[in-house]
């Protein structure tokens, strides 16, 4: 394939501390305010992947059936979220230990 015809995506975008730190305020105020209404008014406003990372910090495996999600899947595919292709990638190798802990001082956070 000539040079001219080759597409090229650029470096893969690695997210900052401030992305993930903007993450977390976001995530930590829609799980409070689930946590104070319920989910009736969130559930069609909200993509179902916020839905179901923001029932993954609240415990809600209820939601997360609902949504045909388990912990698993949502952590695997956050895991990109926080820490770029390739560094969710490697984490999801090696059985997802950053992002878990992520998730965890998130949870210690909300309470």
């Not at 040079?3 to 993930?20: L, Q, V």
């Not at 990372?53 to 926080?82: I, K, N, P, W």
């Amino acid at each position: 394939m000539p040079d001219a015809n080759r597409i090229t995506w650029g470096k893969p975008r690695k997210p900052t501390d401030a992305d993930r730190d903007a993450l977390r305020a976001d995530l930590l105020a829609k799980a409070r305010v689930v946590r104070a209404d319920g989910w009736a008014t969130h559930r069609d406003a909200w993509p179902a992947g916020r839905l179901a990372v923001v029932a993954y910090l609240l415990g809600d495996t209820e939601m997360l059936t609902q949504l045909e999600e388990t912990d698993a899947t949502v952590l695997s595919r956050f895991a990109a979220d926080l820490f770029g292709f390739v560094g969710g990638r490697k984490d999801n190798e090696k059985g997802l230990p950053d992002t878990q802990a992520w998730f965890t001082a998130v949870r210690k956070e909300l309470g």
